[in-house]
């Protein structure tokens, strides 16, 4: 079995000015133009599920901050137990 993924191909139009200008370049950088039009996907499908995934971190965020404002949550509950560890680790003399 191979390790190799499943290739597809993607044709798409472009300018003639703007893809001699890319293969000018790519040329330049000793590169096949697919290698780096791959490069290009693979940034921007990572950079969008970067941003997706901080948004989800964001909202969930919020929503323990929300909660944690109920005295009576759990996640009040550990704020003041995170708390109370605190204090005694800076009472003592060994931590300062």
Do not use: Y
Request: glycine residues 2%; charged residues 30%; negative net charge.
């Amino acid at each position: 079995m191979s390790n190799t993924p499943k290739m597809d191909t993607f044709t798409f139009r472009i300018e003639s000015d703007l893809k001699a200008d890319f293969v000018k370049l790519v040329e330049s950088q000793n590169k096949p133009a697919g290698e780096i039009l791959r490069g290009f996907i693979r940034e921007l499908v990572s950079s969008k599920r970067q941003n997706e995934f901080l948004k989800q971190a964001r909202l969930q965020s919020k929503v323990i901050a929300t909660a944690a404002n109920s005295s009576n949550s759990d996640e009040a509950e550990v704020l003041r137990h995170l708390d109370r560890e605190f204090d005694e680790l800076s009472q003592r003399a060994d931590w300062q």
